[in-house]
Structures are given as structure tokens and as C-alpha cells.
Nanobody, 123 residues
Framework: QVQLVESGGGLVQAGDSLRLSCAASGRTFSSYHMGWFRQAPGKEREFVAAISGSGGTTNYANAVQGRFTISRDNAKNTVYLQMNSLKPEDTAVYYC????????????????WGQGTQVTVSS
């Protein structure tokens, strides 16, 4: 089992950057494939980015491709989401998630979730 704690959210202006972090417990962090999701008010939770356990494979949602970068440091049990050129429509609670089996980036395919961190982008 793994526990996830996100940090790094905040209030920024359009065009600014933020880096989210997700710290994981446990000694087998590299066994977990990690993902970031987000949920805006009144909307369903949606996929943002994913990274394989080794860090060698990444996936992105079309809405963030080219602006966001997911990375991980297995020595620090941490996954990151670097967000550049932020837009008001990026405003949401961002969640970190973990799974043992690589596959489609559906919310239901992830086994463990953090509590989320709020990102607000003003225009």
C-alpha cells in the first residue's frame, strides 16, 4: 500500500508557472506508475499526466501537452508536475494517484489517491 501527499498548489496569474509535488510513503515507490488528475468545480475528475515506474514513459492529456511536464525522483519517493503557461481553465484541485499496472489513463484504473492540492489561475 502507498500513501500520497500533494503539495505546491496556490493562486497564480495566467501565464505563470507552478510545480506540484507528490510524496509517497513506502519502500517500493518505483513499482508504482503515477498519475496526476484534476477536478474543477462541477466537473468530473480528468486525467492530466502519467509516468511509468521507471520514468521512461509519459502520457499527457491534449489540454496540457506542451505546457505540463511530469517527472519523478524514485530516490526521493516523489513525483512532480511542472505546469507552465497556466491558463484560467487549469483551475482545479489536482490529485496524485498510483497504480501497479500500466494501462489506460482512466480514473478507475488507479488504486491509491492523495487528498489533492488547489490550483487557482486568475486571468
Amino acid at each position: 500500500q502507498v500513501q500520497l501527499v500533494e503539495s505546491g498548489g496556490g493562486l497564480v496569474q495566467a501565464g505563470d508557472s507552478l510545480r506540484l509535488s507528490c510524496a509517497a510513503s513506502g519502500r517500493t515507490f518505483s513499482s508504482y506508475h503515477m498519475g496526476w488528475f484534476r477536478q474543477a468545480p462541477g466537473k468530473e475528475r480528468e486525467f492530466v499526466a502519467a509516468i511509468s515506474g521507471s520514468g521512461g514513459t509519459t502520457n499527457y492529456a491534449n489540454a496540457v501537452q506542451g505546457r505540463f511536464t511530469i517527472s519523478r525522483d524514485n530516490a526521493k519517493n516523489t513525483v512532480y508536475l511542472q505546469m507552465n503557461s497556466l491558463k484560467p481553465e487549469d483551475t482545479a484541485v489536482y490529485y496524485c494517484a498510483a497504480r501497479l499496472v500500466w494501462g489506460p489513463n482512466l480514473r478507475t484504473r488507479y488504486d491509491y489517491w492523495g487528498q489533492g492540492t488547489q490550483v487557482t489561475v486568475s486571468s
